[in-house]
C-alpha cells in the first residue's frame, strides 16, 4: 500500500518546479475571481448582444488569432442563434483553414490501472473496490499493439497510465519502446504495420523525468487539468493524495516545454466545475504558455463526465452538461484558440459525435478499448464496467468511423510525418497560422489513407475512400502544382505496396 509517508510519495511533488513559474506576486496564471467578473459583469453581456461587436470577435478568429478573454466571455455569453449559427460556421471554416478536411484517428491503450489518488469522479480511485486494476507486462503491452496495428489500422496512439508506483517513469520509457518495437503482420495484405507516434496521458511529471519521455521519442504529452476551478477542484481532488495539489498539476506543460517536449496538450473534464469556467480556463492556459514560451497547446481536448461503475459522484453533480452547452462550449473553444488541434473522444456515442465533427474537430478516437489488456479480449464490444475508468459511449470500429467520415466528406489522415520531419513545437505553429500546415498534410493524408484503405478497409468503405482520394488528389494538382509529380509518384508506389512514404 502507498501512504503519503513513502519516499515515492514525498519525491514525487518538486515545489521549486512550481515557484519557478508563478508570477512576481506569486500566483498563478487562473485568476478565478477576474474570470467570474469577465462572464457575469454587465458590460460583457450588453456586448454578447452586439451584433456588430460578436462578429468582430468571430473575424478575428477566422484571421487565426487567439481571443482575449473579455472576447471570450462575451461569445460564451451570446443568446441569439443567428450569432450562434454564425459562431458555428466560423469554427467549421477555420478548422478548414488550419487542417484543410482531415480527420486524425487514434486509439487509447491503458497500459496501468493503479493509482494512488482518490478523485471523485474516477472509477479507478483509490477507494474503489469495485473495480479490479493492474499493469500490463511489456509483453502483454506489445500484444495489444499487435491487434491495434495488425488488426485495426491504428499508427497512433496515446498510451495512459495511473500514477502509481508500479507505472513510474522506468515503466512509463519501458513500455514506450515496446510499443514502437512491434512489428505486426497484416492479414489482409501481408504488409508490416506499426505504430508511429506515441502520445502520453500521465500525472504531472519533473522536468527530470520528462526529459527521460522525450528521449525514447513520445509525441504529445497530455495533462488536463479536470477543472481550473480551485474550489470544485479541493472538493474532487481530496488530501492528502498527490493529486491535491492544484499548482504542481497545472504547471506540469511548463515543465514538458523546459524538458524538451516539443507538443504539449491540454484539457479539463467537462461537468466537474461550471462549462463557461473551464472554457476560460482553458484559454489562459492556452495565452499563458504562449506568452512564456511562444507555443500554444499542440491540443485541446473536452472530456464529459459519463458514468463509472461504483460512482455516485457522477449522478451527484450540479455542473453536468448539456448537449446544447456542450455543442456551445466546443465551438468557442475553436474560436477562442484556433490554431489548436481540438480532440473528440469516445465518451460521447456515435450520433453526438457525428453531430460536432464540423465545428473544428481535428482529432478522434476509434474502435476504442479502455479495460486492461482488452484489446486482447474476444467479448466484442461489449465493456466491463469492473475493469475500466468509466463507460464509454461510441465503441464501433475504425472502419465504421472512417466510413462515416467518409460519407462527410472528410479524410482520415494516418499520417505522423510531421512529427518524425521536426514539424513541432515553435515550428508548427507558424504553419499552422498561416493555413500552410494543412497544405503540407494533405498530401501526406492522400498517402496514409491508401495505404490504410489496402491493408485494411471493408470493402464499403474502400469505395467510399476512393471517392474521397480522387477528389483530394484533383485538389492537390490544383493547389500544389510545383510537388505534383513528386506527389503521384509516392502515391502510386504506394498503391503498389510501398509503406511509410512522406513529405
Known amino acids: 500500500m502507498v501512504t503519503k509517508d513513502s519516499s515515492w510519495f514525498k519525491d514525487k511533488i518538486r515545489v521549486d518546479q512550481i515557484e519557478k513559474y508563478l508570477g512576481t506576486d506569486g500566483k498563478d496564471f487562473i485568476p478565478d475571481s477576474l474570470i467570474e467578473e469577465n462572464l457575469q459583469n454587465k458590460s460583457t453581456l450588453a456586448l454578447s448582444e452586439d451584433k456588430v461587436k460578436v462578429r468582430e470577435i468571430i473575424a478575428k478568429s477566422l484571421a487565426i488569432q487567439t481571443l482575449s478573454p473579455e472576447e471570450t466571455a462575451i461569445l460564451l455569453n451570446v443568446k441569439a442563434p443567428e450569432l450562434w449559427n454564425e459562431m458555428e460556421a466560423a469554427a467549421g471554416a477555420i478548422k478548414k483553414t488550419v487542417y484543410d478536411n482531415r480527420i486524425v484517428t487514434f486509439a487509447p491503450l491503458y497500459l496501468s490501472t493503479t493509482c494512488v489518488n482518490n478523485c471523485s469522479y474516477c472509477g479507478l480511485r483509490s477507494e474503489n473496490d469495485s473495480v479490479s486494476r493492474g499493469v500490463l507486462t511489456l509483453n502483454e503491452a506489445r500484444s495489444e499493439v499487435e491487434v491495434l496495428a495488425g488488426q485495426i489500422g491504428h499508427k497512433r496512439l496515446v498510451v495512459v497510465y495511473g500514477e502509481h508506483p508500479k507505472s513510474d517513469i522506468d515503466y512509463m520509457a519501458s513500455t514506450i519502446e515496446a510499443v514502437y518495437s512491434v512489428k505486426a503482420k497484416i492479414k489482409n495484405s501481408g504488409n508490416t504495420a506499426c505504430i508511429r507516434r506515441v502520445n502520453v496521458n500521465a500525472s504531472?511529471?519533473?522536468?527530470?523525468?520528462?526529459?527521460i519521455l522525450d528521449k525514447v521519442g513520445i509525441g504529445t504529452y497530455q495533462v488536463f487539468q479536470e477543472t481550473y476551478h480551485k474550489k470544485t477542484y479541493s472538493a474532487v481532488h481530496p488530501a492528502p493524495t498527490l493529486k491535491s495539489n492544484y499548482l504542481w498539476r497545472l504547471y506540469c506543460m511548463h515543465r514538458a516545454i523546459d524538458a524538451g517536449v516539443d507538443d504539449v496538450g491540454i484539457g479539463a473534464l467537462f461537468g466537474l466545475g461550471g462549462w463557461k469556467f473551464e472554457v476560460m480556463g482553458l484559454l489562459h492556459h492556452a495565452i499563458e504558455l504562449e506568452s512564456r514560451f511562444g507555443i500554444g497547446p499542440h491540443t485541446i481536448s473536452f472530456p464529459r463526465l459519463e458514468p463509472a461503475e461504483n460512482t455516485p459522484f457522477i449522478n451527484e453533480s450540479n455542473n453536468i452538461v448539456s448537449d446544447d452547452d456542450f455543442r456551445k462550449a466546443i465551438t468557442v473553444i475553436r474560436l477562442a484558440v484556433p490554431y489548436a488541434g481540438m480532440i473528440l473522444t469516445?465518451?460521447?456515442?456515435?450520433?453526438?459525435?457525428?453531430?460536432?465533427?464540423?465545428?473544428?474537430?481535428?482529432?478522434?478516437?476509434?474502435?476504442?478499448?479502455?479495460?486492461?489488456?482488452?484489446?486482447n479480449r474476444t467479448k466484442g464490444d461489449m465493456q466491463d464496467a469492473t475493469r475500466q475508468q468509466f463507460i464509454l459511449g461510441d465503441t464501433r470500429s475504425l472502419d465504421d468511423v472512417v466510413k462515416e467520415l467518409a460519407l462527410m466528406?472528410?479524410?482520415?489522415?494516418?499520417?505522423?510525418a510531421g512529427y518524425r520531419c521536426g514539424r513541432t513545437g515553435e515550428c508548427i505553429m507558424d504553419s499552422l497560422r498561416t493555413g500552410a500546415e494543412g497544405k503540407l498534410c494533405k498530401l501526406n493524408a492522400v498517402i496514409t489513407f491508401r495505404?490504410?484503405?489496402?491493408?485494411?478497409?471493408?470493402?464499403?468503405?474502400?469505395?467510399?475512400?476512393?471517392?474521397?482520394?480522387?477528389?483530394?488528389?484533383d485538389e492537390v494538382k490544383i493547389r500544389a502544382p510545383k510537388v505534383y509529380d513528386h506527389f503521384i509518384d509516392y502515391y502510386n508506389r504506394t498503391a503498389s505496396g510501398e509503406r511509410d512514404l512522406y513529405f
Open 409 to 416: 466528406g472528410n479524410i482520415t489522415s494516418f499520417c505522423t
Open 451 to 473: 495505404e490504410w484503405l489496402d491493408d485494411f478497409a471493408s470493402a464499403e468503405t474502400k469505395a467510399l475512400g476512393e471517392t474521397i482520394i480522387k477528389k483530394e488528389i
Open 204 to 211: 504531472p511529471l519533473s522536468i527530470e523525468d520528462l526529459r
Open 346 to 375: 469516445a465518451r460521447e456515442n456515435a450520433q453526438m459525435r457525428k453531430s460536432l465533427i464540423h465545428l473544428g474537430i481535428t482529432q478522434t478516437d476509434a474502435a476504442s478499448k479502455i479495460g486492461l489488456g482488452a484489446y
